[in-house]
């Protein structure tokens, strides 16, 4: 019986024994996500083909109230459908179906898209006073863990988890993970990190701990404390303010963070790196002058991100640095993941071995020039000193994305994103990509 199938047990037998189940029903939420959307990926060189894929897909979401009494019981639902509309075997790109899925749809054996896929993810939830218990499907988004909605239909994980508010100003949480399901997948995956996350060869666990909290300190200070360990990979301690200072009539953001990532388990060890349970990263060069990857996660990463607002404007500036051996470590099964870092953009992330990275970024409302809905955003980074036997490398990634949401009418929430971006350097291969993007919510209870 997995996580969800117990979830839904769990929730109906207590709602059963209840007689005050009205604000189960009265206080239930359900809605319908549309999102059409187009991917292409070229890859700028002669190994690797152009990637296109378009499809749409469908998310159902069941939100119950909670049963009456000292402890209130309810359950959640999220299904989720994808079907394409336009994939070819040469643009979906994936000749060896056993391994992951191409850039939008899983893979049939012959190496083609499917033509659809789905999933559905039951929770079952208890409230008691402000502490909430869930278990099932979650969508966690917190430092340690993210989960990821880059592409047709989300990520989601299954596990455990406590949140409570009891203490004013502080929220605490706490939980277990135990699979994934990728954003294009139907099933259920152990969790790994880079380097130790082929789908032949890789190691996985079924164990992520993780635990932590936002304390408010005034209104204008956020600080986060969080911890997270993927059993046999790693350990990971965070900390993190985000200030909020008012200028004249602008306003000035700041956005510290700190990660602090070391070695569990099997990776901690010669025998266990040598079984697989490995890290991406650069240790040396051999007496014969080949590079060394020693595997074992060794990581720190802080970073810095300034946004200033005035109007309709947002001017941004930033700087991440990495050190130790390793690349940063974070939840990633080879089929699309998400860290917490200021530099994880449209196609980059910016978190090899020694990696340092500066950002800027501008961002224009236009509901400031009279057109409410219209938004505008320009990215660029540039990262060097990544650590490579020929060398320090360097990479940059300039992104320019365009969003815009209907204000009014029979259609009113209807967004449209356009999102353009390229990666160059000799850090990995050149990219450009769009993505064009339609969504709708709308609104069943």
Known sequence: MNKSTLALAVASGLLAGQAGAAGFIDDSKASLGLRNFYINQDT???QANT?????QGFQFNYASGFTAGT???????LGLLGVKLDSGKGRHYNPDSSKYSGTVFPTEEDGRAVDEFSSLGLTGKLRLSKTEARLGTLLPKLPVVTYNDGRLLP???EGGQISSNEIDNLTLIGGQLEHAKGRSSSSSEGLSIGGANNAQTGQFSNKFYYAGGDYKIGKNLLAQYYYGNLEDFYTQHFLGLVHNWAIGSGALKTDLRYF????DGKNGSAVGRAEGFTST???GVNGAGRAITRGEVDNDTWSALFTYSLGGHALSAGYQQLSGDSAFPYLNQGDGATA???????IGKFLSAGERTWVAEYGYDFAAAGVPGLKAVATYLKGDHIDSAAGDKQEWERDFRLDYALQSGPLKGLGFSWRNASLRGNASADQDENRLILSYTLSLL
Do not use: H, P
């Open 71 to 77: 402890v209130g019981v309810g359950v959640d639902a």
């Open 155 to 157: 990520q989601t994980f």
């Open 260 to 263: 602090n990532s070391a070695s």
């Open 51 to 55: 990637q296109e894929e378009w499809g």
């Open 281 to 283: 990263g650069f240790y």
């Open 340 to 346: 917490y870092l200021i530099t994880d953009r449209q």
């Open 44 to 46: 700028r060189n002669e």
